[in-house]
């Protein structure tokens, strides 16, 4: 693949690393703070088809189960996101967005019973979108 960097590429490609990077610092301090404290956020997952996990919705994508499953997601996180806001800047928050809503809405319909917790699903949806507008 040729790529052609304009004047203005190097500023563009620093500014796509911003929400990635806020999103993973706000991830890394849920994380440390729930150890430091000795919380546990699991509650805040997605329990498929139940009432107390309908709120999980919103919030699975900030909890994860530990520092590894974390340590797992950052680099996906960071490098996926830096794709998305590179290439797509113009729709990435609406993107971001509606994959984060949809995947766990689709956890919550059709998810295995227990909790379900961390940006995996989202990131599996990120790296589909970035597959099928490079390569259809």
């Given amino acids: 693949i040729l790529v052609i960097f304009e004047a203005s590429e190097p500023k563009k490609?620093?500014?796509a690393f911003v929400p990635p990077f806020l999103y993973l610092?706000?991830?890394?301090?849920?994380?440390?703070?729930e150890w430091g404290m000795g919380w546990n956020f699991g509650y805040l997952g997605i329990a498929p088809r139940k009432a107390?996990?309908?709120?999980?919705i919103?919030?699975?994508?900030?909890?994860?189960?530990?520092?590894?499953h974390l340590l797992a997601n950052t680099i996906p996180l960071l490098v996926l996101g830096w794709l998305?806001?590179?290439f797509y800047s113009d729709i990435a928050?609406?993107?971001?967005?509606?994959?984060w809503l949809m995947s766990g809405i689709f956890i919550w319909v059709a998810g295995r019973p227990g909790w379900h917790v961390g940006a995996s699903r989202s990131e599996e949806r990120r790296v589909g979108k970035e597959c099928r507008s490079r390569w259809s």
Avoid at 58 to 68: A, C, L, P
């Fill in 25 to 33: 610092y706000i991830l890394w301090m849920f994380t440390f703070l």
């Fill in 84 to 86: 998305l806001f590179y």
């Fill in 93 to 99: 928050p609406k993107v971001f967005v509606w994959i």
């Fill in 13 to 15: 490609m620093i500014l």
């Fill in 52 to 56: 107390e996990g309908l709120f999980g």
């Fill in 58 to 68: 919103v919030t699975h994508i900030f909890i994860h189960s530990d520092f590894y």
